[in-house]
């Protein structure tokens, strides 16, 4: 009974000794095992140094198009921005320079892969992107593939003798869903001998090496795809995990992997084959990839029809998710407890989700068998396919003892690390207390049974995924049953998430795994984007640095939040004592005297809103032509005193006037009011923006000449609901400022005082509206640009939801993603009740989501207030600012509103919304785009500017330094601000609500003197917050302080709640008497 055997008969053996001997025995292996572990390991840092040295990876910043997500990649390869082709050749490129130093690839199918990205953009060029979106929702992407999953017509080797010559006939059910959705295969890569090791080698590819330290495995089996992706080499992979094998890899690897509910991804065409064992219940095919966002897309493409028990596409906000944790599977003889690292890096997420404000709890629940309760389920996987057999039938099967034996030697065929977890199969098979077998699996069913009932659909535990970075090559051997953290989480059917969270000292990746209830992966993947925002997620490997420099470059971070609060006390100090000093300069070259004043107003057609004068228009009591004629009259007589205009258009606008007349006599006028709402009614462009064939200067020297050769989206729709086109209105250079002056045009003066600035970006709008010379017109927000010069100029100016209106045109950040999701593009007007029109018509397709039209009083909207952000950095409010804000909170009282004062920490809005808006990226004032290779240094420019020499404008340089240095906020605590941003933004949205406003300052004065804004940026805090939040939010103006400047208030509702901002601007305006001339 004691024969050889290729099974090797140990449940044979385990019926000859007792129990009580087969416990001992067990434990003395372990013993073993840690005994082994400690005396071998100095042998094997030994090894590594000799065989496999540590070799810096080629720099990755030889294309941006490998940092780009997959899901970003996808829809800029439909809309053409990007070409598939030039993505796979660029991959194509990384893999050649780094496969030498990891090997990582079984086959690669490069030409073929080529010829797929060429088709796919044909396809792009030829169907409608809608279309390809939904039907081909990865076209043009490319992918990897573990070897383990067939992939027609590449290698399926298994890594082992016998299959040296097999291929893949056809593709595996989880590879052929991810081909039919347009993904381009690169390659097959390395896996161990039939998946059987948690280290990457076998005899057909070898071994593969750690990008972030070769004298380290990538873990196994899907080791080969989680090199490719640590070292930037692929964006995404498609894997299995049967006890780790998708997590471990990832986490040594630094990338995110996903282990799915079990049978919600179909393992047909998944070798080796499990059906006939437990494995198949332990088995799940997975995605893994180097950015958070990309695992719900994935996952849902996936899971094809079962991904609707998913509900990918309905997320979990992370504050309605209960977190638990656990550190260690428990005291257990068998188990291995995190090293010291890890417990810090551990403790460093608990922490984070404490100061989130999300109460992490442990886990109560006994877990303290769980390494038993793994060795117990491995007896599920006793009849997993004998690696050693012939599957033509030809070759007799070899003993499994005697190929151990031969292995050290190097005399086997097979590696030693797959025969081994064959061994460890069979040993725990038979000499696991197998009276006791029933007892750990009723047990475990009681543990299962707990873990649903307490994470249920809304709850998620943090779990080690092993106890240790990346193992040194062999290292295994002594650690297998360290790998009961991710086996156990297969054997209980959970979905779980690697996610990487930051590096040891010697620069190897560290994370955690995120669990969650059956079905309830979307926990783990909102989990994973909240983290990979707090800890910064994956990284390239030249860009961990060591714990010297590391610790160099904390110190740099900590200087650069330190320049910045120091700029700030410096500037709020020159606030206070410059005020004489710009009474003095502003007085002697901004004279207000007389003959500076404004001529009144002399044609009562100035006084119409849009909508009344567009009715009239159409029902020909008014003449378009008209209304055109006394608009240039009147900007004919103020511009010599604001300086607004960058171009005008006159000539070509009373034509359009004369048409639109004659139209208004052809075409009922109910018709004409559902296609052309504005007909015939004048409005004017911020020269940003873009109007065909009118100057785009963007206010540089650099561009003077530059003239638009089309219209920005937005002007676009404007012109196609009848509005006649004025002029092209004054900004600072490249927007970059808070006053309107630039070398081209020069200095816009506010119509209320020609002393005082009128505002940025949109200071040209807001200077025509102020005085009465412009209806309404089109303004761009992305830190105020809108309020600031509304409230300087004493009129109406909204902020939409993000991404509502199209910023598409807008110059700079014509079509940039990231710049969308704080520029906004929004109206400018004198008359409230012209609002909601103008929005609905600027925002297009997207209106539906405003419900702009539907009728709403103000009566029905709650009303909360915040008077003052209080902070050492922050302008406090000026007495007149102050006052005519509780003017406005009183009102509300006294009509029996119901109004409440908003606790809101707005201490850090400053870091908050710098930590947003520099993510946007730098648009250098200094190159030339006719000359790519022209690009003075910001530096020196700003040095030439200081004594009057530079081209160009010293507000632009220092911008463009901000945002070029991002903010001076160091990357931590830049995720950090970003994280309370979020905080902030959720306490809003719930407070708000659907039928909530909050009334807060638009600024802390009125409006600045010239020149003025150097030393009152802090106070801009007010309106930056909420582009760095999304938050739509209305300027509206309040009458007049005794000085004569405009004053106002600011309305902010949730996210696509705009109408309720307008809804209350026009009660305010009723109440106040909104836009008041300027005297």
């Not at 009961?484 to 059917?493: E, K």
């Not at 504005?678 to 020297?701: A, D, I, M």
């Not at 209105?729 to 081209?744: D, R």
Request: net charge neutral; aromatic share 10%; glycine share 8%.
């Amino acid at each position: 009974n004691l024969e050889f055997s290729p099974y090797l008969s140990l449940h044979t053996i385990s019926e000859v000794f007792s129990h009580t001997e087969m416990n001992i025995f067990l434990r003395f292996c372990i013993l073993w095992m840690k005994f082994t572990g400690i005396l071998v390991y100095p042998f094997l840092v030994i090894y590594g140094a000799i065989f496999t040295p540590k070799k810096s990876l080629p720099s990755f910043a030889n294309s941006d198009l490998l940092t780009i997500p997959v899901t970003d990649l996808a829809g800029k390869i439909r809309r053409g921005e990007v070409k598939s082709e030039a993505v796979v050749k660029a991959y194509i490129n990384r893999l050649e320079a780094v496969n030498p130093l990891i090997n990582a690839i079984v086959e690669n199918g490069f030409d073929r892969a080529v010829e797929m990205a060429k088709i796919a953009d044909k396809r792009c060029s030829e169907m409608d992107e809608a279309v390809l979106a939904e039907k081909y929702p990865l076209l043009g992407v490319p992918v990897t593939i573990k070897e383990c999953l067939k992939a027609a017509g590449f290698p399926l080797t298994m890594g082992n003798f016998w299959r040296k010559d097999f291929r893949s006939e056809e593709n595996s059910e989880a590879v052929q869903v991810i081909l039919n959705a347009g993904a381009i295969p690169l390659l097959v890569s390395n896996a161990p001998e039939f998946c059987y090791s948690w280290e990457t080698n076998n005899f057909i590819t070898g071994r593969t090496l750690n990008p972030y330290d070769q004298r380290r495995t990538p873990g196994g089996s899907s080791g080969g795809e989680g090199a490719l992706l640590g070292a930037g080499a692929s964006l995404f992979g498609i894997a299995a995990d049967t006890a780790g094998s998708i997590r471990c890899p990832a986490m040594y690897n630094g990338v995110f992997g996903h282990k799915p509910t079990p049978g919600v991804i179909p393992l047909e065409g998944t070798l080796p084959d499990l059906s006939k064992t437990s494995g198949n219940e332990y088995t799940s095919v997975g995605p893994m990839c180097r950015y958070a966002k990309d695992l719900p897309l994935l996952m849902k493409i996936m899971a094809g029809s079962k991904a609707i028990h998913l509900k990918l596409d309905d997320p979990v906000p992370i504050e309605q998710i209960k977190i638990f944790y656990k550190k260690a599977v428990g005291s257990s003889f068998f188990t291995i407890p995190p090293t010291r690292y890890f417990s810090r890096t551990f403790d460093e997420v608990i922490q984070h989700f404490s100061d989130f404000g999300m109460r992490p709890m442990p886990l109560d629940v006994d877990m303290s068998d769980a390494p038993e309760y793994v060795i117990a389920g491995s007896a599920g996987l006793r009849d997993i396919p004998n690696l050693m057999e012939d599957p033509t039938g030809i070759q007799k099967t070899p003993y499994l003892i005697w190929e151990m034996l031969k292995a050290p030697f190097g005399c086997s065929r097979f590696t030693f690390a797959s025969m081994y977890l064959m061994f460890l199969v069979r040993m725990a098979t038979s000499f696991i207390f197998r009276r006791n077998n029933p007892k750990y699996l009723k047990k475990f069913e009681q543990l299962r049974t707990d873990l649903v009932s307490k994470l249920s659909t809304n709850g998620v535990f943090i779990f080690p995924v092993t106890p240790k970075p990346a193992l040194r090559h062999h290292e295994y051997y002594t650690m297998w049953y360290g790998m009961s953290y991710t086996f156990l989480i297969n054997m209980l059917g959970f979905p779980a998430t690697s996610i990487p969270i930051g590096f040891t000292a010697d620069g190897l990746p560290v994370g955690i795994q995120v669990v969650a209830g059956p079905y309830q992966d979307r926990l783990c993947f909102s989990v994973a984007h909240h983290l990979e925002r707090a800890f910064g997620g994956w990284k390239p490997p030249n860009a961990v640095k060591s714990s010297s420099e590391d610790q160099q470059i904390v110190l740099v971070e900590i200087m650069k939040e330190y320049i910045l609060k120091l700029l700030l006390i410096i500037l709020k100090t020159c606030y206070y004592i410059s005020d004489p000093f710009y009474r003095i300069y502003v007085g002697l070259f901004y004279s207000r005297n007389a003959k500076n004043r404004l001529p009144k107003f002399s044609n009562k057609l100035l006084e119409i809103p849009a909508i009344d004068l567009a009715d009239k228009i159409r029902s020909q009591e008014i003449k378009s032509e008209d209304a055109v004629a006394a608009y240039i009259e009147r900007i004919g007589a103020v511009n010599p005193f604001i300086n607004a205009i960058v171009e005008s258009g006159f000539p070509q606008a009373l034509t359009l006037a004369k048409k639109a007349d004659k139209m208004c006599q052809e075409t009922p006028a109910e018709e004409l009011k559902l296609t052309y709402p504005l007909l015939g009614v004048p409005f004017t462009v911020k020269e940003s923006c873009r109007l065909r064939n009118f100057l785009c200067t963007q206010g540089s020297l650099l561009r003077a000449k530059y003239r638009s050769t089309e219209n920005g989206e937005v002007v676009g729709r404007l012109l196609d609901a009848g509005a006649i086109p004025l002029l092209v209105s004054n900004t600072p250079e490249f927007c970059f400022n808070w006053e309107s002056f630039n070398y081209v045009t020069g200095r816009t003066l506010n119509p209320y005082n020609a002393q005082r600035s009128s505002g940025g970006s949109s200071g040209g709008e807001g200077a025509l509206l102020g005085s009465g010379a412009s209806l309404f017109g089109v303004g761009s927000d992305i830190a105020g640009s809108i309020r600031i010069p509304s409230l300087f100029n004493g009129v109406f100016g909204h902020k939409p939801t993000r991404r509502v209106v199209s910023i598409t045109g807008h110059a700079p950040f014509p079509r940039d993603p990231i710049g969308a999701d704080y520029l906004v593009i929004g109206p400018m007007c004198r008359y409230a009740k012209d609002l909601p029109l103008l929005l609905h018509i600027m925002a297009g397709p997207n209106a539906a989501q405003l419900n702009l039209l539907e009728p709403i009083s103000w009566k029905d909207i709650k009303v909360f207030h915040f008077e003052e952000i209080k902070g050492p950095l922050i302008v406090p409010l000026t007495e007149d600012t102050r006052t005519n804000f509780r003017r406005v909170v009183h009102h509300f009282e006294e009509i029996g509103s119901r109004t409440t004062p908003l606790n809101l920490d707005l201490t850090k809005a400053i870091e908050i919304s710098l930590s947003h808006l520099t993510n946007v990226p730098a648009v250098y004032v200094t190159s030339d785009p006719l000359n790519p290779d022209f690009c003075k240094s910001i530096y020196w420019e700003l040095l030439l500017s200081m004594i009057g020499k530079s081209q160009f404008t010293f507000a632009a340089l220092v911008f463009n330094l901000i945002v070029d240095q991002k903010g001076f906020i160091g990357e931590r605590d830049n995720l950090r601000y970003r994280m309370l941003g979020d905080q902030i933004k959720s306490h809003l949205i719930d407070v708000l609500g659907t039928d909530g406003v909050l009334v807060i300052p638009t600024c802390s004065t009125t409006a600045w003197r010239h020149y003025e804004y150097a030393v009152n940026l802090s106070s801009l805090a007010y309106v930056i917050i909420f582009n760095a939040l999304g938050l739509p939010s209305t300027h509206v103006p309040t009458g007049l302080s005794p000085d004569g400047l405009p004053m106002g208030v600011q309305v902010v509702a949730a996210p696509h709640q705009d109408r309720l901002c307008l809804a209350m601007a026009k009660h305010l305006e009723e109440a106040f008497g909104g836009w008041t001339p300027p005297p």
